[in-house]
């Protein structure tokens, strides 16, 4: 079995948190080991900006 | 008047946004306020809303903050949505967020090299390739997050199976892994039980009717709904399985889902048939029946999880089978002593497993039952706002959820609901679902109680009221305390799900 799946299972969560911090903090008072990540969108690049990167080009 | 703001390049998770705007909303002099990133999607909804949008430039990594109402107290409600953001006053004390939050996936790795299990619940239309990321990197995935494309799911799923990792979801909101509670889950024993659920809340509803049956869980591997549809072809219920049935820790076996493709229900079938402990398939309203050779076959979620229970006690599933009638038995009795009533019955689901279950009994009792997920097509509600003879709706539904919290944690909608019901003269019984534990509304029975008050000031003694709580004693809200609750406010509260159901059908059965 897989090395990670068999610790999830025989040893429990440890948590990588990825979106509602909510989660992340009922995990924590469960005494699970849990890390919050500061998850943003991919960026998009504003109408503006690419006009303007457009622009340069030219 | 109204006023918009444009925060640029600023992130919140949907659900603080939500509850910040309604928090907002809930302010003196404020008709509407909306907390959104700047998508396509969103603006519409903000330009339906009647906000006019000309001459902004908002890209989908800005955050769009709009009010509307008084004039007066219009800055306030935008300064009061900034303060709210950066200190939300729902956060309980010493629950602190982690000052120190990685940006990227490696630097969360970094900080636990140990970690085992991503949980993902950003916007569905990143989470999937969030997810293969995770995968990548040699995380199992617990996914949150709906409105995942079948496709994605099905790449996702097929990775995490070459991989020997587990996905659980997408629109897996409840996980027990050696016991924790993951996502909307409660707080019960750990112990010779393991659930593999293609059912969110009916998850959540076996988990807890173990525990009221002094029988602990171990795992509770959810795959998302979709997982036993033809289409993805069950790989994460087979492969959950034999994980399990692997395990020498457990000793007896749950799944439990919606009726899977037929494809599906066989492979599961043979799987469990050769496995070395007992079996039990819970599919909700489903086909088959008969137990055989050690895999016994239910067909609701608290007759699953009495029949497992026995098994883990060593006990006569016979026996459990015979005090679900006798049980069945009392409720009529209830219901002789509490009705007739007449006319339709309404239910009113936050959990749409619960919802479902609802359906398939009230079915068999009364008729067919309209609804916004109805079990045959021709039932299909032309509005989910409107009833129509029996109906049971599920507020879950993306036409409830889009904007709005989850009705698990926002109970407002079907509080106003209970009195909209009541004003309809032809409406006998009121059936409703409490779903509580972690990542649910922290009293939801306060709320619906004040709701069922409303409506028995228009309605009188009319219609009855019916509910059970999803919960335990141990979880945040107590259930024993939510049942008080709704018991002084005239609620008839059972010990299940699928009582609440066949109780709600008596009393108008007669």
Redesign the interface.
Known sequence: ??E??Q????????????????????????E?????????????????LSKLKKLRKK | MQRLEVMPRT?Y????LMRVAKEITSMEGIENASLS?GTEANLRILAAAGFDLSGI??????LVIAVSGEDAVLDEALSKAKEYLANPPW??EG?K??SY?????D???S??P??????????GR?AGD?ALD?LHR???VML??DNVPLEKEIEIKKLARE????VMGPDCGTAI???????MANICPTGPVSIVAAAGTGLQEVHVQLAKRGVGTL?GIGTGGRDVRAEVGGIMVEMATE?LL??DEVEVLVVIGKPPAPEVEKKILERISRGDKPAVLGFIGGESRGDRDGVYICTELEETAAVAAALAKGEDVAEARKELDSAEESLRELAGKHGPRKGWLRGLYSGGTLCYEAQVIAKELLGPIHSNTPLKKDLKLEDSLTSVEHTIVDFGEDEFTQGRLHPMIDVSLRAGRFVEEAKDPGVGVILFDVVIG??CNPDPARELAEGVLEAKAVAGDRIAFVASICGTEADPQNAARQRSILEDAGVLVCESNARAARLASYLLKG
């Not at chain 1, 699970?32 to 503006?48: A, H, I, K, N």
């Not at chain 2, 998770?13 to 603080?16: R, V």
């Not at chain 2, 939050?101 to 996936?105: A, D």
């Open positions: 079995m897989n990670r799946l610790d999830l299972l025989k040893n429990g969560p440890k948590v990588i948190n990825i979106g509602v911090e909510q989660f992340a903090l009922d995990l924590k008072e469960q699970v080991p849990t890390v919050q990540m500061d998850w943003r969108p991919p960026q998009v690049e504003s109408d503006l | 992130y998770d949907s659900i603080t990133m430039n908002v890209t989908p990594n800005d956060k309980k629950g967020s982690e939050k990685p940006r990227s996936l630097g969360a790795i900080v636990l140990e970690a085992n299990i991503a949980m993902i619940s950003v916007a990143y969030v995770c040699g995380l199992n949150y997050s991989k020997g990792l587990f892994v050696r016991g924790v509670a993951m996502g795992h994980r692997e395990d972690y990542g």
